[in-house]
């Protein structure tokens, strides 16, 4: 055997070692992108118990509490007949609720987790929450606090359902 014909078969064993390495890489990148969408289904699935268990919660001081059920059924429908502290209250209480709004937007649309989220909770909520007078009273004097792509979004939910008088109807 010559020279000429150890490297003619040196060079075809390269040639093999480069196409199974070529295979095991197109193995390891299929295996990671698995991981990858496995990932974004349990990211996903987190970001919509986290927004579930906020609105459960705000639900919860509502129910539990009379005195808390009282100032949030006023303030909504007449906040000028709430005390200071009363209206503190429920000031306090939209902004829980709206933060509650925010946290679902912005997995929805910044970290596109769960687009279909805004659309079954985030629109319906802010239509319940801030579509009634006390709502809009709020959204009107603390609607700075949140971002502007975020305001913009409400804003436009609120003016399709401005004139709509079963939207305090549908708040309770």
């Known amino acids: 055997m010559n020279w000429e014909a150890i490297g003619a078969i040196g060079e075809v064993v390269g040639a093999i070692g480069v196409i199974l390495t070529l295979v095991y890489l197109a193995y390891q990148i299929r295996q990671n992108t698995i991981q990858l969408e496995q990932n974004t289904i349990t990211a996903r699935a987190a970001a ?10 705000n639900r919860q001081s509502i129910f539990q509490a009379s005195e808390v059920a009282s100032i949030y059924e006023t303030g909504n429908l007449d906040p000028t007949k709430l005390s200071s502290t009363e209206l503190m209250r429920y000031r306090l209480l939209m902004s829980n609720i ?9 997995q929805a649309f ?23 007078p006390g ?25 399709e359902h401005g004139g709509d008088d079963s939207c305090v109807k549908r708040c309770y």
Do not use: H
């Open 98 to 106: 709206t933060e509650v709004m925010l946290e679902i937007y912005t």
């Open 110 to 132: 910044t970290t596109k987790f769960a687009p279909e989220t805004w659309d079954t909770q985030g629109k319906t909520l802010v239509t319940r929450v801030l579509c009634v």
């Open 48 to 57: 919509q118990t986290a927004s579930n268990v906020s609105l459960r919660e």
């Open 135 to 159: 709502g809009q009273w709020f959204w009107s004097e603390y609607q700075d606090n949140y971002p502007a792509n975020f305001r913009a979004v409400v804003d436009q939910i609120l003016i």
